[in-house]
Structures are given as C-alpha cells and as structure tokens.
C-alpha cells in the first residue's frame, strides 16, 4: 500500500485538497466548509479528538497532507450524526470522517494499535472468512490485540460480563470452534475476491500515473 | 367607508413600510394614482419598531415623519389599513386584486384622546413590542401610529369591554357594527413589499430560545431600548429584571444556514455592532459584549462602524458559530459551547444574557399571485419578465437594510410608472 501512498504523492504534489476529492468518500464536499465550527462544538467525542472536523478540513485545504492521514482524529467519529444534522452547509461530515479513515488505511498510513482501526479490521477479517460475524472471537480478539499478558487482564476484568451474557444466552462458548456461517460462504468469497479486483485494478490505475 | 377608485392606469403598493411608503410616495409624486394597503392599523412597519438604525444612530421617528409628512401632503394617494390581498390575477396593465378589509371598530371621527382604552379592561399581548408588553383592547398600536386613530381588538367585540369603549367615547367615533369587506381592485401595476418577520427563534433548538428565559433575540433587545418599550428603556436580564454584564451577541442565528434561512440576511452584522453601542451607552463600563461571528460583513461606509466598534475595549469578537448553549440554572447564566476558528480552542463561556442575532424571513405569500409566478429558493419576488408588472421591493426583493430597501422601493416605483405610461399611451 505504500506504493500506492508513493504514487498519489507524486499525482497530487502541489494539492491535498484535490487528492481528497478524488479519492475519498464524499471528498468534493471538503471546500464547502466556511469554518463556522458548529461540527467541532457538537461532537460529544469532540474534547478528544486531536484535530476537530473543522479543523480536518482547514488542514486540508493547507496541504497538511501527512498531519491528516496520519492522525488519529477521524477514527474517533462514533457516526452519532449531531455535525450532519447542525452543519449550515449540509456538509455529510459524518461520511467525510469515514471517508478519510478508510482512505488513510489504504494508503497503509493510519496509526497503529488506534482501537477503532483495530476493530475495524478484526470485524472485517471475521465477516470476510464466514460472510457472519463471530462476536465471540471478535471480542476475544479485541482483548489480546495489545499481547496475551494484557489480554489475560482484559478478561478478567470483564469476566462477569461474560458469564452474565452466557446465563442470558447472550454468547455461546461453543462459538469458538468454527462458530455459524452464512449459507453460501464460497459465494460471499467469490464476491469478495471480486471486489478486491476492481479495487486492485483501481490502485494499479492510480500507480500508473493515470 | 368612501368608495376607493382604481383603473388599470393606477398603481397598487402593498405594504405600508419603509420600502412600501417610500415607492408609493416616489410614484404618487411623479403624477401617479396610487392605492397603498397595509395589513396592520398603521403604516411605520419594522422600521416603527426599532429605537435607532444604523449607521449613523438617528431615530427612525425622523426618517418616518418625513414620509408621513410627504403622505399627509400628497392627494393621489389612497391609504387603506387593516387591508390584506388575497388574490392577484391577470397581467401587466391589467390586473384584478382582491382585498380582504379587516374592521377597525373605529370611524375617522377618532381623535386619539385615548379614552376608550381607559375604559376597556382586557389586556393582550402588544405587537409593537413582539408580545414583551401588554396593551389594552382599544389600542394606539404605537406612539408614531400614522393614522393616528385607535383600534378596537376584534377579541373583545361582543363583550362588556366594546360597550365600555363605545360608551367612553366623546366623539362618537367607535362603530362596533363595523364588518369585514371584500374589494376588487382593478390596477395596472403592483408593488409587492409586504417586508420581513424576524426569523422563529425557537426554531434554532440548540440556542434555547424556547427554554432558557435569558436568551432574547435581537428585535427584542431593540424594544428594549424604547423609553416607552417593555423595560422603559433599560437593558435587562428578562429571568431577573437585573442588568447583565456579560452580554452575548450570537450571528447568523438562523441566517446562512441549510436548516433554517439559507440566504445571508445582510442586516444582523451591523444591527449586532450597532447593539454593542447601545450596551455601552446604558451600561458604560459595567458591561462587556462579545460577537461570536462566522464573519463579519460590515461593508463600504459601515465597516467604519465596524472599526470603531472594534476599538472599544468593552467588546470583544470570537470567530466561531456557537454549537449550544445550556443554562446555569443556579443563577440563569448561559454557558456556550463551541470551538473557536483562530486556534480552534473549545470554550465553554458564561454570559448572563445572550442576543440573538435572527435573520430576515421574506412575507411573500405562496397562492397569491398569477400562474407562474416567480419567487425565488429563499422566498423572495424575483425581478423577471414572467412576473409582468409585479414588482418586488425592499425585503420582498431581497434582505435589505433600511437604505437599501428605500433604494430599491424607489427603482421598483419607476418600473411602475413605466408601465402606467405604456398603458395611458395605448388608451390615448
């Protein structure tokens, strides 16, 4: 991926701005923002993110390009949609958040060990092999991403969750061998390697120079 | 009433405020007949209701009592009040106007000695004052009320207060038979300035408006300022009645805004900066204003008035659209949440009493006018040759501040009167 990270430096050198429009979601919607700040005052998580929404977009616009990509900011959007519902420009800031996180992470530049991100992709590999998420395993997972030290911690501390949420049927312990399937998995695969195909043929387009 | 004569050689202005006055004096003083209609008992429309406008801070009673002079004087214009237009048809030189006529209880023999309100009891909320004020059910709707004549409230007509106000008046002037009418106008041109209503505040469900007692809006802060207005010219925290001293000023309250008023209202900016003037003439040192302002625009001789107040010490300006403001119900303070564009620091400040900056919404009707009428996405009269000889002036045409309304009131007049000329040439 850091190939393609390579290539679109070299495409887009002199404009972040157009880079984001291009390629991210909703990216052409990032100069309609007249930097009133509604979005970074309505955001429940805003205190906690490094660089606030309206900020995101200024930095943009001034060719932050790593600062952006690299930060941790637009992995702390929970989607709860209070900037989409206040902003004055209609701007889906919501969308452009996830927008540029999944971007970052194709370019290989997204921070590491940043939660959300590691979920993401826990999810994703659970999803993608049984085409049904296996909650169990993701939550194991989850708990020994940092090592099996801390996992061991993790557990422990959660572990009257998780008998409660057996009692109440909740969770299955019999999901950890294998755990259910959808229906036609080699179907779901076959989807899947297809789409990684366009998007292959997507990347290769973009690392021709093109 | 004595019949009211129009033919397609006379020109209809509807609305009777500063855009609605000034066209239909332009018109009427170059030869024209005029026919002038206004929903309310008076004439004076928003402009009535301010204490002072900007940028030079005169009182608008004097801007108000030339035109009123000009209108006393002038014979080709025919007043109706209490008058609204329900429907509009036909086409350029030749237009039938319906006219819904309201009764005023109150004949021309009135002489504003202001007994009857004396003798009636019942009390409603005063329109002049946006509902800050009671007023009695026989009313002068304000002190530059033009015509000078009472008005009886329709809500106590069948009760004891009528007769009381009846049986009060010297003059004989109180006619509680008066009914409702329906005229049919025939005009050859039309001059749409029926104005603005300020934006619902309440609308805006971050700021509070609805909730918390010390957020005002900005007309409402202008009553305020009135030596006859609801606080006899005093600027108040509405929850205490104490005057505040940390005073917030919030722009493009509902203005500039896909949620609310797309349009930029133009006014608010200077209607804010001309406020923080009025904080320090009442309060002087003892209060601080601050402008949260996406930005601020204040152009050509107004951004002098920008710079001046910028000077001042006792205001301040933060560059950010406040997200919400929640209430310190200790002591009713307002806390605003935001995060501010220089810095992009989050502040949670504490003001005791916070202005809102509303935004201008145009009053032009929806099912009013002819078949393929146009008006604009934000509301107001389009100048396009679709619309004929009906013709959008002051706030019907755009947001506009006073001088800009009397401007255009004046362009809308000489359209008019071409079309008058093109119509009596035809007839000869």
């Known amino acids: 991926m850091t190939q393609m990270n390579q290539a679109m430096i070299e495409k887009y050198r002199s404009s972040f701005l157009k880079e984001v429009e291009t390629n991210v979601e909703e990216g052409h919607w990032v100069k309609m923002c007249m930097q009133c700040g509604v979005c970074s005052g309505s955001c429940p998580l805003g205190p906690h993110w490094e660089h606030p929404p309206q900020e995101i977009f200024m930095m943009i616009r001034a060719n932050k390009r790593d600062e952006v990509l690299k930060s941790s900011s637009m992995w702390f959007c929970t989607s709860c949609y209070n900037c989409i519902a206040r902003c004055p420009r209609g701007l889906p800031i919501t969308h452009i958040m996830h927008g540029l996180a999944s971007y970052s992470k194709k370019l290989g530049l997204a921070p590491k060990s940043q939660p959300t991100e590691s979920f993401g992709q826990i999810f994703w590999n659970s999803i993608a092999s049984n085409g049904r998420v296996n909650e169990l395993k993701i939550g194991l997972a989850l708990q020994f991403k940092d090592g099996f030290g801390q996992g061991v911690k993790n557990a422990m501390a959660q572990k009257d969750l998780g008998m409660a949420m057996m009692k109440t049927k909740r969770m299955n312990p019999m999901e950890f061998f294998g755990g259910h399937t959808c229906k036609d998995k080699s179907g779901i695969a076959r989807m899947l390697k297809k789409a990684q195909e366009v998007e292959d043929q997507h990347i290769a387009n973009y690392g021709a120079g093109k | 009433m004595s019949e009211v004569i129009a033919t397609n050689q006379t020109i209809l202005v509807v609305g009777g405020g500063i855009s609605g006055l000034t066209a239909a004096l332009e018109a009427a003083e170059c030869g024209k007949q005029v026919i002038l209609l206004e929903k309310s008992p008076t004439v004076g429309g928003r402009v009535a209701q301010l204490y002072k406008y900007f940028p030079k801070l005169c009182f608008p009673t004097c801007g108000l009592e030339i035109q009123y002079r000009r209108l006393k004087a002038n014979k080709n214009i025919r007043l109706l009040t209490l008058a609204e237009v329900t429907q509009v048809t036909g086409s350029e030189g030749d237009y039938d106007v319906t006219v819904a006529l309201s009764p005023r209880y109150v004949t021309e023999n009135c002489t504003a000695c202001g007994d009857c309100e004396k003798a009636v009891a019942a009390e409603f909320d005063d329109e002049h004052n946006y509902g800050l004020k009671q007023r009695k059910g026989a009313y002068l709707p304000s002190m530059m009320a033009y015509p000078q004549r009472y008005v009886i409230d329709p809500r106590i007509i069948g009760t004891a207060d009528a007769e009381a106000a009846k049986g009060a008046c010297k003059a004989g002037a109180v006619d509680l038979d008066m009914q409702a009418q329906s005229l049919n106008l025939k005009v050859g041109a039309i001059i749409w300035a029926t104005g603005w209503t300020p934006y619902d505040a309440a609308k805006i469900q971050p700021y509070g408006y609805d909730r918390f007692a010390n957020v005002i809006t900005n007309v409402e802060f202008e009553r305020m300022l009135d030596p006859f207005g609801p606080t006899g010219g005093k600027i108040v925290r509405p929850s205490d009645g104490q005057a505040p001293s940390n005073i917030a000023f919030i722009q493009c309250a509902g203005s500039r805004d896909r949620n609310h008023l797309l349009h930029c209202s133009r006014i608010c900016c200077m209607a804010t900066l001309k406020q923080t003037n009025y904080v320090r003439e009442n309060l002087g040192d003892a209060a ?18 920008h710079r001046k107040v910028k000077a001042d010490a006792n205001v301040s300006f933060t560059k950010s659209k406040v997200a919400n403001i929640a209430e310190n119900k200790a002591n009713g303070n307002l806390v605003l949440h935001g995060v501010d564009t220089e810095g992009y620091n989050r ?40 619309n004929g000889a009906i ?35 035809q007839e000869g």
């Open chain 2, 391 to 425: 013709y959008g002036a002051g706030c019907s045409s755009d947001a506009l501040d006073v001088n800009r309304a009397a401007q255009n009131a004046t362009a809308s007049a000489l359209r008019a009167i071409q079309v008058i000329n093109r119509v009596a040439g």
């Open chain 2, 347 to 386: 502040y949670a400040n504490e003001h005791d009493l916070v202005v809102l900056a509303v935004g201008m919404e145009s009053t032009v009707p929806a099912g009013v006018f002819p078949e393929g009428f146009k008006i604009n996405e934000h509301n107001f009269i389009e100048l396009d040759p679709a």
């Open chain 2, 288 to 305: 601080k204003s601050t402008v949260y302002y996406i930005d601020i625009r204040a152009i050509d001789r107004i951004d002098d008035f």
